[in-house]
């Protein structure tokens, strides 16, 4: 299930990105590169392993995880949280908690565009991504 969203994808669009950062509690500098930012993520699989590499002109990130175990994960912003990461509904459900706060971010692909999700409280933010070619 997870094949779905193996490959590069490119950032095309962001809505409301500023104001979930804010909510994360993300400084006023730190937000405005973020906003700047146009990521490329590249998920790969190999055995149960999956790897989610985030690259940008200002900062990249790489997680590996197994699907359904939680695992210590430190954010671009530098939170240290628990994180989970499941299948749901045909879905990449990934639940970050710390400090008594939670944000889930879901991947969700249609074609050949994927769509992450971000919610922390009542904000939500979307991210639109297309598949490089």
Known sequence: ????????????ESENFDDYMKEL????ATRKVGNLTKPTTIISV???????KTQSTIKNTEL?????????ET??????????????????????????KETTLVR????????????????ISKRHYEKAQ
């Open 46 to 52: 190999d055995g149960d392993m999956v790897t989610v």
């Open 108 to 123: 969700e692909v249609v074609e050949n565009k994927l769509t992450l999700t971000l919610t922390i409280g009542n904000v």
């Open 64 to 72: 590996s995880f197994k699907l359904g175990e939680e695992f210590d």
């Open 75 to 100: 954010t671009a912003d530098d939170r240290k949280v628990k994180s989970l990461v499941t299948i749901k509904d045909g879905k990449l459900v990934h639940v970050q908690k710390w400090d008594d």
């Open 1 to 12: 299930m997870v094949d779905a969203f193996v490959g590069t994808w490119n950032l095309k």
């Open 25 to 28: 509690g993300v400084g006023f």
